[in-house]
């Protein structure tokens, strides 16, 4: 990774006072121009459905997230107009999930990024797409 395009700290202090990704513990954990990887320790108190799997609700937030501070990276303000979500596997209480999303397309008006979900062993749990509607600019520094 680039030092120069490395943006983590710069996101963490955007997001550090946001209440929902602090609630559902998320972390930022990598972010560089159109790129983000984000990690949440699945509680069972706080995640998990009647099987003590991750909420879809969980995995879709998450997901979201790392696919909304990839657009964020690149001083776009944004918010999702849409988004599809293909649940492939169920994560476990106790375990963490890792979401990496990146840009597939920036226009002017509109993003478009692709998120993944795994586990921390690379397990496929979730696939989304999501289209970002451009609300203005945000500083980085």
């Given at each position: ?20 990704v ?7 954990e ?7 990887k984000m ?18 609700g969980?995995l ?27 649940f ?13 999303a990146?840009?597939?397309h920036?226009?002017r008006?509109t993003?478009?990024?692709e ?7 690379g397990?496929?749990?979730?696939k989304?797409q ?9 500083s980085?520094?």
């Amino acid at each position: 990774m680039d030092l120069a395009e490395d943006k983590t700290e710069q996101l963490r202090k955007i997001y550090a006072d946001n209440k929902f990704v602090n609630y559902l513990d998320m972390k930022i954990e990598e972010v560089t121009s159109g790129y983000a990887k984000m990690s949440m320790y699945v509680d069972y108190e706080k995640h998990t459905n009647l099987h003590r799997a991750l909420h879809g609700g969980g995995l879709i937030s998450l997901a979201d997230t790392a696919m909304g501070i990839a657009c964020v990276s690149t001083g776009k303000k944004v918010v999702t107009l849409a988004m599809t979500t293909n649940f492939i596997s169920v994560i476990e209480a106790g375990e963490t999930a890792i979401a990496t999303a990146k840009i597939i397309h920036q226009g002017r008006r509109t993003i478009v990024a692709e998120g993944i979900v795994e586990n921390l062993e690379g397990k496929l749990i979730g696939k989304l797409q999501a289209t970002f509607f451009v609300i203005g600019e945000i500083s980085l520094d």
